[in-house]
């Protein structure tokens, strides 16, 4: 930080409110309209008020997902407020998803729109490559999607997934539809007699089934595949 | 299992469903109902213990297929047209909403199918004006495939042939449906909305912005909706009309008649005017005799009006009772349209209430932020534990 404030650095702060308070309130000084610091850790040398100058292009930045995510402290109103620029993501949907899905499996970037104006996505290298030449492996993706969106927002409703007693919420990140691709990936190259749809099937049961902490859970689970057409009891990729 | 837990589950599934549109559960103890405005899916207790958790995630899956593709209330044709247009748009939307959710969750089309076997095997239909038996007919996909529509029931040829009539385009209605995928042209989307939609729309949804999807979604309903139009709502009137002329010429029969049914017209009351023309559709005969009164006709029409204002006014769930089931998916309960009483009988929404409906998503949404704001954290030093080993450990 010493450096950057004297150097004309840009300092960016991952997952802010992951740190503990006390850390944060660290930085108060900093975020000041006149950027102040105290090296008091140090040599007691101050930047900016009459010691070292603060380079007037120095930057500070931050980044943090909402405070409901697990292990993250909610932030004082007073902190939040010495942060002025705020620019908040939603959470992906269903078509973004899939988009994410296409990328990892065919390369291909979706087309982005930025104040309006539409830019062409390009076409990468794909991380699963080896499952895009899988027949209806593009329906399989739109309903894993589909799939992925309805339980993240049933997990996030807090209603029925998550175990209620411990009070501990299940999360499905983004993680486990790289790790069902990937799954889905070494089966092909391991076993490849065997129909993809089975190492789906398995993939699946691994990464969302397998995560059930009860059996209530598990039919809930069960019932979104279900639903979305790649489940135990329903196996129909919809257009 | 214990009905929380069977609600808890019901409850996931409905936010899973309905994705980002918040659909919530709640228990009731004597009925089935959905609250558009809150957007809460009341879910009979009963049921919910005795028949489990899918066939009431059949109800809530229907229910998801309207909220995301039922739109016709939005246009100015439905509301100048008037109860009778509701009643039918609503008929016919049924077929369409469970089409929009077979496609987009195929697993779902299984809990649907069995909801409407328990419905339409429940349904006890008695007699009632051909245009309550057409929309009833519309409901049931009669003629459509894989639908066993009016069969069991006896309903009078003129239906019959107006169901024939009009199966096409009420094939063509209940697949005018947004594609799955979401891959629209926006640039085409665009120019048929502001070129063709918009203009229909009533004022007051006009003002209100919407994002691309919504476009979409509006855009099929109002392809739908002028499929109705042109070719099933003249099919409907006609048998409108023709119940009306029946009626009137049931009032003509005898002066005391006449003076009950305007009774009945004064006091606003539709109870009374159904015990008062239940007789006119107990005979077999179609044929009129003398050709009744404008005096006969006006009271008949306000009579039906009355009468069909107790069609509108049932949730859209219906009833719980087993033997008014007929109205569980939105469809008409018809026997009881002319029924004695109707004792859970709702009006139609007042100013308030439309206002409500207007701002409900805005006011849920303030609510549940007031609720996440309000929601005690736990301090990071408060942590315990890990998940559990088990989690991560299953037979393939």
Same mark, same amino acid.
Request: with cysteine; aromatic share 8%.
């Given at each position: 930080?010493?450096?950057?404030?004297?150097?004309?650095?840009?300092?960016?702060?991952d997952?802010?409110?992951?740190?503990?308070?006390?850390?944060?309130?660290?930085?108060?000084?900093?975020?000041?309209?006149?950027?102040?610091?105290?090296?008091?850790?140090?040599?007691n040398?101050?930047?900016?008020?009459?010691?070292?100058?603060?380079?007037p292009?120095?930057?500070?930045?931050?980044t943090?997902?909402?405070?409901?995510?697990?292990?993250?402290?909610?932030?004082?109103?007073a902190?939040?407020?010495?942060?002025?620029?705020?620019?908040?993501?939603?959470?992906?949907?269903?078509?973004?998803y899939?988009?994410l899905?296409?990328r990892?499996?065919?390369?291909?970037?979706?087309?982005?729109?930025?104040?309006g104006?539409?830019?062409?996505?390009?076409?990468?290298v794909?991380?699963?490559?080896?499952?895009?030449?899988l027949?209806?492996i593009?329906?399989?993706?739109?309903?894993?999607?589909?799939?992925?969106?309805?339980?993240?927002?049933?997990?996030?409703?807090?209603?029925?997934?998550?175990?209620?007693?411990?009070?501990?919420?299940?999360?499905?990140?983004?993680?486990?539809?790289?790790?069902?691709?990937?799954?889905?990936?070494a089966?092909?190259?391991?076993?490849?007699g065997?129909?993809?749809?089975?190492?789906?099937?398995?993939?699946?049961?691994?990464?969302?089934?397998?995560r059930?902490t009860?059996?209530d859970?598990r039919?809930?689970?069960?019932?979104?595949?279900?639903?979305a057409?790649?489940?135990?009891?329903?196996?129909?990729?919809?257009? | 299992m214990?009905?929380?837990?069977?609600?808890?589950?019901?409850?996931?599934l409905?936010?899973?469903?309905?994705?980002?549109?918040?659909?919530?559960?709640?228990?009731?103890?004597?009925?089935?109902?959905?609250?558009?405005?809150?957007r809460?899916?009341?879910?009979?207790e009963?049921?919910?213990?005795?028949?489990?958790?899918?066939?009431c995630a059949?109800?809530?899956?229907?229910?998801?297929?309207?909220?995301?593709?039922?739109?016709?209330?939005?246009?100015?044709?439905?509301?100048?047209?008037?109860?009778?247009?509701?009643?039918?748009?609503?008929?016919i939307?049924?077929? #369409?909403?469970?089409? +929009?959710?077979? &496609?987009?969750?195929?697993?779902?089309?299984?809990? @649907?199918?069995?909801?409407? !076997? *328990? =419905?339409d095997?429940?349904?006890?239909?008695?007699?009632?004006?051909?245009?309550?038996?057409?929309?009833?007919?519309?409901?049931r996909?009669?003629g459509?495939?894989?639908?066993?529509?009016?069969?069991?029931?006896d309903?009078p040829?003129?239906?019959?042939?107006?169901?024939?009539?009009?199966?096409?385009?009420?094939?063509?209605?209940?697949?005018a449906?947004?594609?799955?995928?979401?891959?629209?042209?926006?640039?085409?989307?665009?120019?048929?909305? #502001?070129?063709?939609? +918009?203009?229909? &729309?009533s004022?007051?949804?006009?003002?209100?912005? @919407?994002?691309?999807?919504? !476009? *979409? =979604?509006?855009?099929f309903?109002?392809?739908?909706?002028?499929a109705?139009?042109?070719e099933?709502w003249?099919?409907?009137?006609?048998?409108l009309e023709?119940d009306?002329?029946r009626?009137?010429?049931?009032?003509?029969?005898?002066?005391?008649?006449?003076?009950?049914?305007?009774?009945?017209?004064v006091?606003?009351?539709?109870?009374?005017?159904?015990?008062?023309?239940?007789?006119?559709?107990?005979?077999?005969?179609?044929?009129?005799?003398?050709?009744?009164?404008?005096e006969?006709?006006d009271?008949?029409?306000?009579?039906?009006?009355?009468?069909?204002s107790?069609?509108?006014? *049932?949730p859209?769930?219906?009833?719980?009772?087993?033997?008014?089931?007929?109205?569980?998916?939105?469809?008409?309960?018809p026997?009881?349209?002319l029924?004695p009483?109707?004792p859970?009988?709702?009006?139609?929404?007042?100013?308030?209430?439309?206002?409500?409906a207007?701002?409900?998503?805005?006011?849920?949404?303030?609510?549940a932020?007031?609720?996440?704001?309000?929601?005690?954290r736990?301090?990071?030093t408060?942590r315990t534990?890990y998940?559990?080993?088990?989690?991560?450990?299953?037979?393939?």
């Amino acid at each position: 930080m010493p450096q950057a404030m004297i150097e004309r650095g840009w300092v960016i702060l991952d997952e802010l409110n992951l740190a503990e308070p006390q850390i944060l309130e660290r930085l108060n000084s900093v975020l000041e309209d006149h950027p102040y610091l105290l090296r008091t850790e140090h040599d007691n040398s101050a930047i900016g008020r009459g010691g070292a100058p603060v380079h007037p292009d120095f930057r500070i930045f931050a980044t943090m997902n909402p405070a409901e995510y697990a292990g993250r402290s909610v932030l004082s109103p007073a902190y939040r407020d010495r942060w002025r620029g705020y620019r908040f993501v939603p959470s992906p949907g269903e078509a973004e998803y899939r988009a994410l899905l296409r990328r990892l499996v065919f390369g291909v970037d979706p087309e982005v729109s930025v104040r309006g104006r539409a830019y062409r996505g390009g076409v990468g290298v794909p991380v699963c490559g080896s499952l895009a030449a899988l027949p209806g492996i593009d329906r399989f993706l739109g309903a894993l999607a589909r799939f992925h969106c309805s339980l993240e927002e049933a997990a996030r409703s807090g209603v029925g997934l998550g175990d209620h007693r411990r009070r501990e919420k299940q999360v499905f990140s983004r993680r486990v539809l790289l790790s069902v691709l990937r799954y889905m990936g070494a089966v092909c190259a391991n076993l490849p007699g065997l129909p993809w749809e089975t190492g789906a099937r398995r993939a699946l049961n691994r990464y969302y089934l397998g995560r059930a902490t009860c059996g209530d859970e598990r039919e809930v689970v069960a019932r979104l595949l279900d639903a979305a057409g790649i489940g135990p009891g329903v196996w129909e990729l919809s257009q | 299992m214990k009905t929380d837990v069977l609600l808890r589950q019901l409850a996931s599934l409905a936010a899973g469903l309905c994705q980002d549109a918040r659909v919530s559960v709640s228990l009731s103890l004597d009925r089935w109902a959905y609250d558009p405005a809150r957007r809460i899916l009341y879910v009979r207790e009963r049921e919910l213990r005795t028949r489990g958790v899918v066939y009431c995630a059949g109800c809530l899956a229907h229910e998801v297929g309207h909220h995301l593709v039922s739109r016709y209330g939005l246009f100015e044709w439905v509301a100048g047209g008037g109860v009778p247009v509701r009643i039918l748009l609503n008929a016919i939307e049924d077929p #369409r909403a469970e089409t +929009w959710v077979g &496609m987009r969750y195929p697993g779902a089309r299984e809990w @649907v199918a069995q909801v409407r !076997e *328990v =419905v339409d095997r429940n349904a006890a239909v008695g007699p009632m004006p051909d245009f309550l038996w057409f929309c009833l007919g519309c409901a049931r996909r009669d003629g459509l495939p894989g639908s066993r529509g009016l069969e069991g029931s006896d309903p009078p040829a003129a239906v019959r042939r107006a169901l024939e009539e009009t199966r096409a385009a009420r094939s063509e209605y209940a697949v005018a449906l947004p594609p799955g995928s979401g891959a629209v042209s926006a640039a085409e989307v665009q120019r048929r909305y #502001r070129g063709q939609v +918009w203009p229909q &729309m009533s004022a007051a949804d006009q003002e209100v912005p @919407v994002g691309h999807w919504e !476009e *979409v =979604v509006r855009l099929f309903a109002y392809d739908a909706l002028m499929a109705a139009k042109d070719e099933v709502w003249p099919t409907a009137l006609r048998l409108l009309e023709g119940d009306v002329r029946r009626i009137a010429a049931f009032l003509s029969e005898a002066p005391g008649l006449m003076e009950a049914g305007k009774r009945a017209v004064v006091v606003a009351n539709p109870d009374l005017a159904a015990n008062l023309i239940r007789p006119a559709f107990l005979s077999l005969a179609d044929g009129i005799g003398a050709p009744p009164g404008q005096e006969a006709l006006d009271t008949a029409e306000a009579l039906m009006r009355l009468l069909l204002s107790l069609q509108v006014a *049932v949730p859209i769930m219906g009833d719980g009772d087993d033997s008014s089931r007929g109205g569980a998916l939105g469809a008409l309960p018809p026997h009881r349209a002319l029924g004695p009483t109707s004792p859970r009988r709702r009006f139609a929404p007042d100013s308030y209430r439309v206002a409500l409906a207007r701002v409900a998503g805005q006011v849920g949404e303030l609510c549940a932020a007031i609720e996440e704001v309000l929601r005690p954290r736990r301090r990071l030093t408060e942590r315990t534990g890990y998940s559990r080993a088990t989690e991560w450990t299953c037979g393939d």
